[in-house]
């Protein structure tokens, strides 16, 4: 389906109450495929950002002015979820519709020396949208692996251009970089004896270590680029922007440096406001905000362990690494004038329906293998029901022995096993603690998140029949779900390999020191 007008969204509006106006509504929709041009769509990807942390989802001190518009004018999710509570494997369910363990990018995340990365054979969306036409951009943090000469960038998955660091910006040594003008030096060290991280042009490194401060001008300046570009030759496109923000060591250059009310956090918060804004600018500009769909939200949650520089879950138990409500539960916002309509929907969705849903909006084919992902368009232009009824919870290690964690079914959620995770400890809840280890539950912990988002308060079985009918219908489908799912070969299991560490002089010595340009 492609983009819809004003005049017909006024008739998407209305409630389709029968059979006979949901045919009327397919011919209409149908009748304005064949004419208009293919919609555009932008991917917005912050990282490690609370559902807490923005303004429209209740921060009372975070300056997201742009994210703020486009919540107040697009669909904002309560019930929004990644697909693991860490970077790697929930970019690669982000972009290719399903679960880390089916494209084998489990357990843990992928390091600068990784011989593994994103299988060549999974389908992104950029492969979906690039046989009708496509161009295809990202900028910012790959992290999908870098392998032998590059081969797991974005530019062999997909996208015609690339810009950005490979993998998240603390995994080289930091403490003598500068992340905010004039001269303050990065918190902390970051990764020590590796090389420092490396700004890529499709597959070259430009600049090593990268220039934090002059960063985001730079995604800006491309994203203008590429938009125009593509506006001008009237080619459809899809730019993805997955942040380094608001990850650590945040950083921020003179146009939100001391700019926010919360320290430097708020102001790595306030600098990906600031790209975001850029971006609707061009759109605007350019005469294409009416046709383009923008979608935005987190890889996983908090790094809570960081403090007040590790964002906030929000009303939502733990963070990053852990398979409780705020370690997977973003927030996400839909924006597309004249075709989704301002509100809120309570309907379940996840990071991985962007794929089926970019799929049937393009008029493209979904990949011909085992997808996780529906469809949302019901949700976006209707305000509809989501034809998602479950969300499986796997830890940063899934494994074939212990299957899902956790498994939400409609508004109930059951825990089968818990652990805490050094990613959210310091907080004063004990369960989010690294010192909560392992433990299985039998029965399982259940809760009702609509009367109980923060997971504070399990049901008891006990003399509640429609209860216990509901967990033998989640322990099914969990059930069933698990006999389904084959285990992709782990990519982070092949191990490191330090000369595939990306460096500017290849040949230079003593590395990693020598790797700067």
Sequence with gaps: MKRVTRGVSSIISLKLHSRMDRILLAIIL??????AS???????????????DLGSYGHPSSLTPNLDRLAAGGLRFTDFYCSSPVCSPSRASLLTGRYQTRSGIYPGVLYPSSIGGLPLNETTIAEVLKPLGYATAVMGKWHLGFGSKGMYLPTNHGFDQYLGIPYSHDMGPCQNLTCFPPDIKCFGKCDVDVVTVPLIHNEVIIQQPANFLDLERAYSDFATNFITTSAKKKQPFF????????????????????????????????????????????????????????????DNGPELMRMSRGGNAGLLKCGKSTTYEGGMREPAIAFWPGTIRPGVTHELASTLDVLPTITRLAGAKLPKVMLDGVDMTEILVHQGKSQRETMMFYPTDPSEKYGLFALRLGKYKAHFYTRGASHSS???DQDCSV?????????????????????HYPLSLEGQPDLQAVLERIKNVKEQFEASMVFGESQMSKGTDRGLEPCCNPDCSPKPDCCRC
């Design 30 to 35: 149908t009748a304005w495929t064949c004419s």
């Design 38 to 52: 293919p919609p555009n769509f932008v991917l917005l990807f912050a990282d490690d950002l609370g559902f807490g």
């Design 239 to 298: 730019l993805y922007y997955p942040s380094h923000h608001t990850h650590y060591p945040q950083y921020a250059g003179p146009d939100a440096a001391e700019k926010s009310l919360r320290g430097p956090f708020g102001d790595a918060l306030l600098e990906l406001d600031n790209t975001i804004g850029k971006i609707m600018t061009t759109l605007e500009k350019t005469g294409v905000i009416n046709n383009t769909l923008v979608l935005f939200t987190s």
């Design 426 to 428: 310091t907080t004063p």
């Design 435 to 455: 010192f909560a280890g392992f433990k299985a539950h039998d029965p399982p912990l259940i809760f009702d998140l609509e009367a109980d988002p923060s997971e």
